[in-house]
């Protein structure tokens, strides 16, 4: 889809430095959770683009993503500060390493990574399968949602270094034979792969999108 104009339906904090976004959707726009969208603001009297990735578990009237805000940030404080009614050109979906209807499924995610880790583990939910979450993050974002997905019978695992992380997926591989998708900035992926290749799970097979480089700190 080429880039729309879209409207924004809510903005909610959904952890320190953190929001959900919900934007209406547009006319013929279809995406699976795991895609990404180009959003392009206007800052400064200039276009400002950035991708962000769904965390909807489906596209109905509205979608969500979600994002953390970097307060030196050239995109995320404009955003933050969005309201309802506001409006965003929106352009997308893109992107392969997203959820097909897979039985089984794990995601792994690191800091914002956790918003399709959520929207792919409900869809899987309600489409009548298996998942399971392996998060690392300090500071976790969407506790809300990742504890309705604890109580309906997802595994769930918030971790705070690679250590529990490589324990976590190993618990999670003596359970299930699922599809891998891993989220997050460059760092956290290398720490994925090698818990995966430890777990003895394909890692090659995983659907693997990366946020590029961890931000400063």
């Known amino acids: 889809m ?3 104009t879209v409207t924004v339906s809510s903005v909610e904090p959904v952890g320190t430095d953190a929001i959900a976004i919900e934007l209406t959707t547009p006319a013929e726009f279809e995406a ?3 895609q990404f969208v180009k959003l392009t603001v206007t800052v400064d009297d200039e276009p400002v683009s950035r991708f962000y990735t769904i965390s909807s578990p489906a ?10 805000i970097d307060p030196a940030g050239e995109l995320g404080p404009t955003l933050a500060e969005l309201s309802v009614g506001d409006e965003i050109d929106v352009a997308g979906p893109f992107g392969d390493a997203a959820y097909a209807g897979e039985s089984e499924t794990l995601v792994l995610a690191g800091g914002p990574g956790v918003g399709p880790a959520v929207g792919i583990a409900e869809r899987t939910i309600d489409d009548g399968g298996s998942a399971a979450i392996v998060y690392l993050d300090d500071e976790p974002i969407h506790e809300q949602r990742l504890g309705a997905l604890s109580d309906a019978g997802v595994s769930v695992f918030v971790v705070s270094n690679g250590d529990a992380l490589e324990d976590a997926i190993d618990s999670v591989a003596a359970e299930l034979d699922p599809q891998v998708f891993v989220y997050g900035f ?32």
């Open 2 to 4: 080429d880039a729309t």
């Open 186 to 217: 460059a760092p956290f992926l290398d720490l994925a792969t090698d818990g995966l290749t430890g777990a003895g799970l394909d890692a090659d097979g995983a659907k693997v999108e990366s946020f590029g480089p961890a931000p400063e700190e």
């Open 32 to 34: 699976n959770p795991g």
């Open 59 to 68: 596209i109905e009237e509205t979608f969500e993503i979600t994002l953390t």
